[in-house]
């Protein structure tokens, strides 16, 4: 029996990947292991766990992406993947950086290490990829400045981001933080979904992995730890990286940008959250969840009704 192309994509994009981040998340936290404030960093079993949970989850937006090429089950034409646009490298990049932000936490140990080094990696990471997935080349020569800039917002909001994720995830009852990044990636598929179908599939896949990683994370228990000493922080990081860029490729190919205002709070959604948090972090964490929650909510609401109203009148 054919699958109809709607019920492809929600099993390529979401519920597949979705599993595999599940898979990927439940190898990173162990939840069935009870943690202390320095079991993350301590000995090398959570570092040996965090690279195979790495490895898990960056073949969540890898088997996503064969799958819809056609290629998954035919190894032998794997060589055949090319990317069509310089954003299709992120395919192989950002599970490369969740790998790479992996091998950093097992090489690190200490905490003291882990958070000293995870951050200048993470900033590399976001030039890197930044600089590889804008358009480029032919048809693109006007574009030069605009692509300056959209780098160093795209690194910016990474960085901001990944502090505010940090912040909360890194405080006794902030096992929530994921799901902020879910409710930007949420902003940036409503972005693109109405003018170009496979960016915004690819953060649809995007959004199943993270799904999977925080329903981990919601039944992980929480402890105070340092920047990047929480268990899933080298993927949901390498992520935030992800949503950055992918909400600035989305700017040079939609046919009616969404106002400057819109745009800045998907960009820096998990930074207004954080930011929100520090102000109330003495209060009930239900009660900060909640406020994350209609932040988040008013924001996907609003960059939904901006989409529709930008629909183009044929």
Known sequence: MEMSFELQIVLQRLVIPGLIGLLGGLTIARPWVRHSEDSPASGAAGGIS????????????????????????????????????????????????????????????????????????????????????????????????????????????????????NGIASQPGGRWSPLVLLAQLGCVAALVLQSYASLGEWVLAAIGVTAGLSLVSLFTPSVRTVDFGWPLASVILALTVLAAASTAVSQFYIFSSAPAWVLAGTLFLPSIVGGVDVAIRGWNPWFRALIAAAISGILIGVVVWQTIQNQPQW
Do not use: H
């Open 50 to 165: 965090s690279l195979l949970g790495a490895l898990f989850v960056g073949s969540g937006l890898i088997v996503s992406d064969l799958w819809q090429r056609e290629l998954l089950t035919q190894p032998s034409t794997w060589r055949s993947w090319e990317a069509r646009e310089p954003w299709m490298w992120m395919v192989w990049m950002i599970p490369a950086a969740m790998v790479l932000l992996a091998i950093v936490r097992l090489a690190a140990r200490s905490t003291t290490r882990i958070s000293s080094w995870s951050w200048p990696s993470l900033f590399g990471i976001a030039v890197g990829v930044m600089l590889v997935v804008l358009p480029q080349g032919a048809g693109y020569e006007d574009k030069l400045r605009e692509a300056v800039r959209w780098t160093g917002l795209g690194v910016l909001a990474t960085v901001w981001n990944a502090c505010a994720l």
